[in-house]
């Protein structure tokens, strides 16, 4: 087995991330899924609505970088009825298969229970085995799928849940 390449993970935003996080998702879903800067704006737009609404005893990013170079991403977001929302997961290609994408989304979890959400969810694409494993096996469950052409392609957009089972 290949050795991954060198990284960490840190839990803390710096200047530039955004606009790494941003270039990444362009990047990655332009050269693997032919989505245009139309997606890239989207990524810029709800970052700054999480950025605005960042709260460090709710929220958590882990920023996985190497080299000083941001390869990967996910976050963890607050919303209202005791909810939260993962987004933006994503790894450069280099980095997958290696485990990274499994201890980031551990890592997530870990963090939503210690803050006691009852429920999150999660919207992604149609498409994206690796990470639609990763969410099944969390315990996220497929609830709803729609067609759309929002980034000018068409795309099976898919919303995920996952609810805790009341504690006995």
């Known amino acids: 087995m290949q050795k991954p ?66 390869v990967g991403f996910i976050l963890l977001m607050h919303r209202p009825a005791n909810r939260a929302q993962l987004r933006y997961f994503i790894l450069a290609k280099e980095f997958r298969g290696f485990g990274i994408g499994s201890r980031l989304i551990k890592e997530w979890m870990e963090f939503y229970h210690d803050r006691n959400y009852d429920a999150a969810y999660l919207y992604t694409t149609a498409g994206l085995d690796a990470a639609a494993s990763l969410y099944e096996r969390m315990g996220f469950r497929k609830i709803s799928e729609m067609k759309s052409r929002d980034y000018g392609l068409p795309l099976l957009e898919q919303y995920y849940e996952l609810v805790n089972h009341p504690k006995k």
Request: glycine residues 10%; without cysteine.
């Open 5 to 70: 390449p060198d990284f960490l993970i840190r839990n803390t935003l710096e200047p530039g991330d955004l606009g790494q996080v941003a270039a990444l998702h362009g990047k990655v879903y332009s050269e693997e899924h032919d989505l245009g800067l139309g997606f890239e704006a989207y990524v810029m737009e709800s970052l700054l609505e999480f950025y605005r609404a960042y709260n460090l005893k709710r929220d958590k990013v882990w920023v996985v970088e190497s080299e000083g170079r941001l």
